[in-house]
């Protein structure tokens, strides 16, 4: 019997659809729309207090065992931009853990020296962006909307998750530059 887990982020519904026969059952999350995040535990924590709160645009990607949750619009207001990192554990899918970023919206980017990860490196609040998971565990977020270093736009950086630190690799810190393609 195979499996697969659906979040529905504009609600925060977890469900699970078993054997593909499209039944769907609730697992946890809030049945009340507009639910702010619990941030419950330390960073890095899994728990079942913890919950990343209904978003909207979020990032998302899916690695060996888990699901990882990337920024995008808070329900709070509706354009709360946030930068926070949520992984949920499988098969159990009821264990959020926060991993990094602010708790509060609209944060800035700290994008620090190329190809350099700190304690202090972080990619911006955004929503719309690509985030994917490698085969190597690592997380890679690509552009979206929301803040670069100092103001918001489009944006095109490229970022690297190692599960503890950010390191920007690549694009502008600030939003809508064009590209640049070395000769």
């Known amino acids: 019997m195979r499996s697969f887990l659906v979040v529905m982020l504009a609600c925060h519904l977890t469900l699970v659809n078993s054997q593909f026969n499209g039944q769907f059952a609730w697992i946890g999350g809030s049945s ?7 941030y419950a535990t330390a960073v890095g924590v899994a728990s ?3 919950q990343p709160g209904a978003r909207d645009m979020a990032m998302r990607a ?4 888990s699901l990882y949750l990337f920024g995008g619009f808070a329900s709070r207001s509706g354009n709360e931009l946030m930068n926070d990192l949520w992984r949920l554990d499988l ?8 991993l990094a970023g602010s708790k509060a919206p609209h944060a800035l980017g700290t994008y620090g020296t ?15 962006g690509v985030l994917w998971a490698s085969a190597a565990g690592a997380l890679w977020l690509f ?4 803040h670069g270093a100092s103001e918001e736009g489009a944006l095109n950086d490229v970022w690297k ?9 690549a694009g502008s810190s600030a939003p809508d530059r064009p590209a640049s393609i070395p000769p």
Request: aromatic share 12%.
């Open 91 to 98: 098969p159990l899918a009821s264990r959020w853990a926060y």
């Open 32 to 38: 009340d729309k507009g639910q702010n995040a619990v």
């Open 48 to 50: 079942s207090s913890n």
């Open 62 to 65: 899916r690695g060996s065992t």
């Open 143 to 146: 552009g979206g909307y929301g």
């Open 161 to 169: 998750f190692n599960m503890t630190h950010w390191t920007w690799l």
């Open 114 to 128: 190329l190809g350099v990860a700190t304690d202090k490196t972080q990619p911006g609040a955004r929503a719309g």
